[in-house]
């Protein structure tokens, strides 16, 4: 399949993949519906008298909104008319839009527009998922005792965010400050947390919701999964160690979570299916299914220090390493009656693999901070420093052509300190 777009096989953004994000320009502010495709964006709100499949039809009004949501509740349907419609578009053997005045109109150069949140993410949840995270972190902080806690292979443990501080990718992040305890003789002590740490996930937005009360049953759980972006949960372990019994992350992770700006389709991923991880013990039936749906997709993460044009690569893992698959997840948040929307985001979890170099945050390359790391530029980290810039990137291999998802970038400014006495 090509398209009258022209780009290169290393291009992330070919007519196989076709990812939808929120966008703006200089000369049209506001927020409105796109297309990745080469290096430009196609503006839906123009072209959607185009479509032909009877559910998109009648509501192309869902192409003028300012977020994704509306497309997100269309449902599965709806979703395959569109992709087709725009295969259909943009291939080079069409001429409706190829050959038409309308054609200088509708794209945009990638380089030319504003990102913006793809969705009203009204909740977030983070997920636990990777066995090999779970258990180098249950070695790190339980060190005389099983990795993991008893509860690890039978629910896809996770928990629930902060959906306001979800940023797009190229958002700046602040350095939080909170109580930490550095030494465990001492009391707590108040400032800017000095372990920052990024944590390498993907997240899936929900398309079609489920009522208050009504599980997700988990042979119709992809039916309610949009699409995927890359994640970093960022993290201060020192502030997180302090607060999370016994109750869980707050401060340490509520201060920021960036996502990257294309939302890359189930459909598009469909080719990099692989078997799912082996789970033993097998899981209770409501978390039993026999279809794959893990996905074979390498990710990367860099480190690229203030004033410096070199990046290091300290990640590479891979998707295909969770151990909890995304429909388990869906599944399992709604068997207790949890009633999910359209556009809201839940994430893996730390996608750590077998080896250090695959390990998906700090904590885990640098043993908690106790062995340090080079960077190309000569210095060491242990943790993120000010003006650092984490970049996550991830695509999958196809035959002659790459399925990306741009980059989920963020760069760490300083803490802004409070006023403390009036």
């Known amino acids: 399949m090509e398209s009258f ?12 993949n076709l990812p939808y994000g929120i966008f703006s320009t200089e000369e049209n502010t506001k927020p409105r519906a796109g297309v ?68 200088q109109k509708s794209f945009v150069n990638q380089s030319e527009v504003t990102m913006h949140l793809p969705a009203h993410i009204g909740d977030y949840t983070d997920f636990f998922s990777s066995l090999f995270h779970a258990s180098n972190t249950g070695r790190m902080f339980r060190p005389d005792t099983e990795p993991l806690l008893p509860n690890w292979k039978h629910i896809p443990v996770g928990y629930h965010g902060r959906s306001s501080s979800i940023v797009i990718s190229g958002t700046p992040i602040h350095r939080p400050n909170g109580q930490m305890r550095p030494s465990d003789d001492q009391p707590p002590v108040f ?38 972006v890359l994640l970093n949960d960022w ?3 020192d502030i997180q160690k302090w607060e999370y019994v016994p109750l869980g992350p707050f401060l340490g992770k509520s201060f920021g979570t960036t996502i990257s700006p294309w939302i890359v389709t189930m459909a598009a991923l469909e080719e990099f299916k692989v078997d799912n ?35 290091t690569v300290v990640t590479k893992s891979n998707l295909r390493h969770l151990y909890w698959t995304m429909k388990q997840q ?93």
């Open 5 to 16: 777009i022209k780009y290169g096989s290393e291009c992330e953004f070919p007519i196989q």
């Open 36 to 103: 990745a495709i080469g290096d430009q964006v196609l503006d839906l709100g123009l072209i959607k008298h185009l479509f032909t499949g009877q559910i998109a039809k009648q509501h192309l009004h869902v192409f003028e909104q300012e977020t994704l949501n509306g497309l997100m509740a269309l449902g599965k349907d709806a979703w395959t008319e569109v992709r087709a419609d725009l295969q259909r578009i943009l291939s080079a053997s069409e001429s409706v839009l190829r050959d038409s005045p309308l054609r």
């Open 191 to 228: 400032g800017p947390s000095k372990a920052l740490d990024f944590e390498l996930e993907t997240g899936f937005f929900v398309g079609p919701k489920n009522n208050l009360g009504q599980p997700v049953p988990i042979f119709e759980a992809q039916d309610h999964i949009f699409g995927l």
């Open 235 to 237: 993290s201060a372990r």
């Open 277 to 311: 991880y082996p789970q033993d013990p097998t899981p209770l039936p409501y978390l039993q299914h026999k279809d794959n749906y893990t996905f074979d997709i390498p990710l990367t993460v860099s480190i690229k220090p203030q004033g410096n044009t070199v990046e």
């Open 330 to 422: 869906l599944a399992h948040h709604t068997i207790g009656g949890c009633n999910l929307q359209p556009g809201d985001l839940l994430a893996s979890g730390t996608i750590s693999g077998p080896t250090p170099e695959s390990f998906g945050c700090l904590l885990e390359l640098s043993s908690k901070g106790s062995k340090p790391f080079p960077l190309n530029d000569g210095t060491e980290r242990t943790f993120i420093r000010d003006g650092d810039e984490v970049i996550m990137r991830g695509y999958g291999e196809g035959n002659g052509y790459r399925i990306g998802f741009g980059d989920c970038s963020g760069v760490i400014l300083p803490a802004i300190i409070p006023e403390i006495h009036q």
